[in-house]
């Protein structure tokens, strides 16, 4: 599977973005999908995640209320919907897959998933 991320932008403090991640080459729908990001001289954090048996999500505390996870299987995409943007949401976003066995307190490491596509740069600036 490859994965390819983008829909990232410049916005404003308060506005909406939503990024894709769209996957070719295999079967999307057997594994668990997972947003992270990175900001400038920071380590990679988890944003968030979709367990693929039940749909069950997982945010960082920082997103939640604000961000939304999703997928369509039927066309191998993943999706971050990002409102009420706010400056600390600048970053590279990297979505990610990983095994759908993976259990509910490795959902958040980054070290769960190893399937990895190239990030979209996300700036909220006024």
């Known amino acids: 599977v490859q994965l390819q991320a983008f829909g990232g932008g410049l916005v404003q403090p308060g506005d909406s973005l939503r990024l894709t991640c769209a996957a070719s080459?295999?079967?999307?729908?057997?594994?668990?999908l997972g947003w992270f990001r990175q900001a400038p001289g920071k380590e990679r954090e988890f944003v968030a995640a979709?367990?693929?048996?039940?749909?069950?999500?997982y945010y960082a505390q920082s997103v939640k209320g604000r961000f939304t996870i999703s997928k369509d299987n039927a066309v191998g995409t993943g999706y971050l919907q990002m409102n009420s943007l706010k400056p600390e949401d600048t970053a590279v976003y990297y979505c990610?897959?990983?095994?759908?066995?993976?259990?509910?307190?490795?959902?958040?490491?980054?070290?769960?998933?190893?399937?990895w596509g190239q990030g979209t740069q996300v700036t909220v600036s006024s």
């Open positions: 979709l367990r693929r048996r039940g749909g069950t999500t």
């Open positions: 080459g295999q079967s999307f729908s057997a594994y668990n």
């Open positions: 990610a897959l990983g095994p759908q066995s993976t259990i509910t307190s490795e959902m958040y490491s980054a070290r769960s998933y190893y399937i």
